[in-house]
């Protein structure tokens, strides 16, 4: 059996290595390292991808979040609306700039942002929601932009984990998540389902008049060279990462559907068994599996529980991880701003209980077959 990871992104790497070569020994030979066509080409070929308008790639998916909150003009104080379950970046984005995150519960099922919670949540200071797709399932999209609209507030997408992801309105329109909202953000972290072999990330928005904004604040507020408007910062994708990523852009499906086959193979084992809550699948949305997380219904207290599984793996040889051990809210960052002063049940109740196994696209049956027998030997 082939060793097993969480991610395999040499495997992955070997069976494009001849496109992917090339492609960064152009960039090489061209020298234009920073900006330039590739990049350019890159941007367009992700907008028509994702459905959106205009993408301004970034350096990377926290810088993404920040200089969306930016653009939108976002002042100290004001609340922004965030899941507590959830990786740091999101919420870090908004602090930076002294917004002051609203933690909000999640659905225990979707694991995403509640809309019903979020509405609880707004205040007269409230001017933004951050929903996250997490583990690449897309949060309820629908009734979290008509809050936003009844309240004019904006919305930005975390598309870090959900990129490829469809979403259903009721209507029966399909729209990639991170092209809903006002603003999407996405990440080209090298583990993510679209990965650069290096830092990356991108903007997205069907605005016209923000995504000037977002330009320019993304290369030093400057709106022509050398005319600073607007205090920006510095965050650029890399030619040889946008090279890369033009080509994998071309098998995200294809990787996304070896992510479905490898959840799918993981369903059927898992499925119906009383000890276990497989990840649930919403019928709006494709489900991307950026992670294949399970729900252990065994107490922590219990002799048989989530952590003991985990050491259980690992002496195994099979890595597992916890996304994420610590809620936002319980954060040591967020103390000054008062995150212990929410009481967040279901996202506790989550993270003392969720698994994420290794998926990928390389995972074959032999390796699931080994991680499912030590699975189940653990939890019977
Ligand atoms: C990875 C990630 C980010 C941050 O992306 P970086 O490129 O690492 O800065 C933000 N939010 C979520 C949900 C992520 O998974």
């Not at 259980?312 to 890595?319: T, V």
Request: with cysteine; charged share 20%; net charge negative.
């Amino acid at each position: 059996m082939r060793p097993l990871q969480m991610v395999d992104t040499k495997t992955q790497y070997h069976k494009i290595k001849a496109e992917v070569d090339a492609a960064v020994l152009g960039v090489m030979e061209s020298s234009t390292f920073i900006g330039g066509k590739v990049v350019t080409d890159f941007a367009e070929h992700l907008a028509a991808y994702n459905g959106v308008k205009h993408v301004v790639p970034c350096a990377n998916g926290t810088d993404a979040l920040q200089i969306a909150m930016m653009a939108l003009d976002l002042q100290p104080g004001d609340e922004v609306i965030t899941p507590s379950f959830t990786y740091i970046a999101t919420v870090e984005a908004a602090a930076i700039l002294k917004l002051q995150p609203v933690f909000v519960e999640v659905d225990p099922k979707t694991f995403c942002m509640d809309p019903v919670a979020v509405e609880q949540a707004i205040t007269s200071r409230t001017r933004a929601i951050v929903p996250v797709h997490l583990y690449g399932h897309a949060a309820d999209m629908e009734p979290i932009m008509e809050i936003a609209r009844r309240h004019n507030l904006y919305v930005i997408e975390d598309n870090a984990q959900g990129i490829g992801c469809d979403y259903l309105f009721s209507d029966g329109t399909v729209k990639k998540t991170g092209g809903i909202g006002h603003i999407g953000c996405t990440s080209f972290y090298p583990s993510k389902n679209l990965g650069a072999f290096g830092d990356g990330g991108a903007i997205f928005t069907n605005d016209d008049a923000l995504v000037a904004k977002l330009r320019m604040i993304a290369a030093h507020g400057q709106s022509k060279r050398y005319y600073h408007d607007v205090v920006g910062c510095n965050s650029r994708l890399d030619a040889v990462q946008a090279a890369i990523l033009d080509i994998k852009l071309r098998h995200l499906d294809e990787y996304i559907a070896a992510r479905q086959k490898a959840a799918d193979y993981y369903d059927q084992a898992f499925l119906n068994h009383e000890k276990i809550e497989i990840p649930f699948r919403s019928p709006n949305c494709k489900h991307v599996f950026h992670q294949y997380t399970l729900t252990l219904k065994n107490d922590p207290a219990d002799e048989r529980n989530r952590d003991g599984l985990n050491q259980f793996l690992a002496d195994k040889g099979i890595p597992s991880m916890i996304y994420y051990p610590v809620p936002c809210h319980k954060q040591k960052m967020f103390e000054s701003l008062g995150g212990s002063s929410f009481n967040l049940p279901v996202t506790d109740w989550l993270t003392e209980r969720v698994i994420s196994l290794p998926i990928h696209t390389e995972l074959d049956e032999e390796q699931q077959n080994f991680i499912i027998k030590n699975i189940l030997e653990y939890i019977n």
